[in-house]
């Protein structure tokens, strides 16, 4: 029987060049803390640097990043040369949920689509992959039911960015449960 996590979760989002795990890159990560209540405990933020070559030949093969980060994909792009290493992005977040979150406990990922952004820790974090509970708050499930279900639907804001993405995420299923009796 696995562990009960914590009384926090850790909404997490990834902006990407795309969504192949193995082939795209990581440019931007933000999280936040919060309680069950949703209150905002603390929040994180980082850039990735990805080398100019391998940012370039992503970004001509991906049609589809230029699609859907129409204001947002210049700051995407222009903030890389800021940006820090994958190593130094893990350590930050394993250090901010060494803050906020109780060692003896696994941590509960939350966000939209979590599963996708799940992948792309597998695979570039294995320290923070073994920091988080195997079970995951995926907002996105409620999406699909409330609409399939009950035709009730969320309008969520289009920035793009990660940090907004989360609070846009929490705003979602906030919605979703005044809809609960």
Same mark, same amino acid.
């Given at each position: 029987?696995?562990? &009960?996590?914590?009384?926090?979760? =850790?909404?997490?989002?990834?902006?990407?060049?795309? +969504?192949?795990?193995?082939?795209?890159?990581?440019?931007?990560?933000?999280?936040?803390?919060?309680?069950?209540? /949703?209150? #905002?405990?603390?929040?994180?933020?980082?850039?990735?640097? @990805?080398?100019?070559?391998? =940012?370039?030949?992503? %970004?001509?093969?991906?049609?589809? /990043?230029?699609?859907?980060?129409?204001?947002?994909?210049?700051? =995407?792009?222009?903030? @890389?040369?800021?940006?820090?290493? %994958?190593?130094?992005?893990?350590? #930050?977040?394993?250090?901010?949920?060494?803050?906020?979150?109780?060692?003896?406990? *696994?941590?509960?990922?939350?966000? @939209?689509?979590?599963?996708?952004? &799940?992948? !792309?820790?597998?695979?570039?974090? *294995?320290? +923070?992959?073994?920091?988080?509970?195997?079970?995951?708050?995926?907002?996105?499930?409620?999406?699909?039911?409330?609409?399939?279900? !009950?035709?009730?639907? /969320?309008?969520? *804001?289009?920035?793009?960015?990660?940090?907004?993405?989360?609070?846009?995420?929490?705003?979602? %299923?906030?919605?979703?449960?005044?809809?609960?009796?």
């Amino acid at each position: 029987m696995a562990k &009960r996590t914590s009384g926090k979760i =850790l909404w997490l989002d990834l902006e990407m060049t795309g +969504l192949s795990a193995d082939d795209d890159l990581i440019l931007e990560v933000a999280a936040i803390a919060t309680d069950w209540n /949703f209150k #905002e405990i603390a929040t994180y933020h980082g850039i990735v640097k @990805n080398t100019k070559k391998a =940012l370039t030949e992503r %970004l001509a093969t991906n049609a589809a /990043f230029w699609d859907y980060h129409t204001d947002s994909r210049d700051g =995407l792009i222009d903030q @890389n040369k800021n940006g820090k290493s %994958l190593t130094e992005i893990e350590d #930050e977040i394993l250090a901010f949920i060494s803050e906020h979150f109780k060692a003896s406990k *696994p941590v509960l990922l939350g966000g @939209n689509s979590i599963h996708m952004d &799940r992948r !792309f820790i597998v695979s570039n974090w *294995p320290r +923070l992959d073994a920091r988080l509970h195997y079970r995951m708050l995926d907002v996105s499930a409620w999406k699909v039911v409330f609409d399939g279900k !009950f035709k009730k639907k /969320f309008t969520k *804001p289009d920035a793009h960015r990660a940090l907004d993405d989360i609070r846009g995420s929490i705003m979602e %299923l906030q919605y979703y449960l005044t809809k609960i009796k």
